[in-house]
């Protein structure tokens, strides 16, 4: 069973989607409504869309293109998975560019610059910060354009048995990546040569174990810099990173900001050399508003199923 609740409307609405659905159940065919980003913060899953197939692990970015079917498999599945949807007006979309190729990415594996902004996405729709869902939609929306542009997007072709062993070896690099994980630990997990076991990974997820091991601990820093007040060595520490510099260098490198520097955008909004952006998207709601006067006011939370 799926569960939608809407968070936000306007021209960019923001839904939390909870799919329960597990290897027993049959996948069936759905069709994008229109343009979206939509961030994976847990579990795995498989997404089919124009003849290509997707591993998508936490970190993951399912991109939505209007009229495409697309199925989802839940052949791994454990405990469900969870996605941060961006469903976008077509105002939004002209807002933060991207062409016709760009919107069929189809999925993107886990990213530095998204990771970070997803999870603070995912504490602002949780209540943490006082940034608008709005702009962090906007904020997260045009780092995904950023990203693919001139990245290499069809999906190498893999075997069912690797694609397994990948998504498997994911989810236990994200449950352990605070401790000391090395190369030959992840490959003995899956039972695997670390050669071919670093082969397997790269050519599914699209990112090394180790590039995972280092976004999935940035990814829960990020989580922990938007939600409390604990100081930046003690998150460095906590999850996973020895050494306080090449923390502050990695984060910085992943979301154009310092640790200190994403808190405070995640507490007051977006950072000054965002202000552009923010007045666009204040442009945009206001032309929305003209158009639809229903929407001055935000519409209540609703759960429905799919």
């Known amino acids: 069973m799926i569960t939608a609740t809407e968070l936000q409307a306007g021209p ?14 049959r996948p069936f065919t759905e069709v994008h409504q229109g343009h979206s980003v939509s961030y994976v913060r847990k579990g795995t899953f498989g997404y089919r869309v124009g003849g290509d197939a997707y591993e998508l692990v936490a970190g993951s970015v399912l991109v939505g293109h209007p009229g495409d079917e697309f199925m989802c498999t839940h052949d791994h599945a454990v405990c469900g998975d969870e996605c941060l949807a961006f469903h976008l007006s077509p105002g939004f979309v002209e807002l933060v560019g991207g062409d016709r190729r760009t919107w069929r990415t189809g999925g993107l594996p886990p990213l530095p610059g998204l990771m970070v902004l997803g999870e603070l996405a995912q504490a602002v729709a949780s209540g943490q910060g006082d940034a608008g869902l709005d702009e962090v939609g906007l904020w997260f929306a045009s ?5 693919v542009s001139g990245r290499e997007l069809r999906p190498a072709p893999v075997a069912e048995r690797d694609r397994r062993r990948a ?3 994911a989810t236990w690099i994200a449950a352990h990546s605070n401790e000391a994980v090395d190369l030959d630990r ?5 039972a695997l040569s670390p050669f071919h076991f670093l082969r397997v990974f790269s050519r599914v997820l699209g990112v090394t174990p180790h590039q995972y091991l280092v976004r999935s601990r940035l990814r829960h ?9 604990r100081p930046v060595t003690e998150v460095a ?3 996973g990173f020895a050494d306080l510099s ?7 490198r992943a979301a154009g900001l310092s640790p200190r520097g994403f808190r405070r955008a995640a507490r007051n909004g977006l950072p000054q050399d965002r202000k552009i952006l923010q007045d666009r998207l204040a442009t945009l709601l206001e032309d ?16 429905t199923s799919d």
């Open 12 to 25: 960019v609405r923001v839904v939390d989607y909870r799919c329960g659905t597990g290897p027993a159940e």
């Open 143 to 147: 780092r995904f354009v950023d990203v």
């Open 167 to 169: 998504v498997e070896a």
């Open 186 to 190: 992840a490959a003995g997990e899956a």
């Open 221 to 229: 820093a990020a989580r922990l810099l938007a939600e409390d007040d």
């Open 237 to 239: 520490l906590e999850v």
């Open 246 to 252: 090449n923390f502050v260098r990695s984060f910085h």
């Open 288 to 303: 929305e508003r003209l158009i639809h006067p229903s929407s001055r006011k935000p519409s209540p939370c609703t759960t």
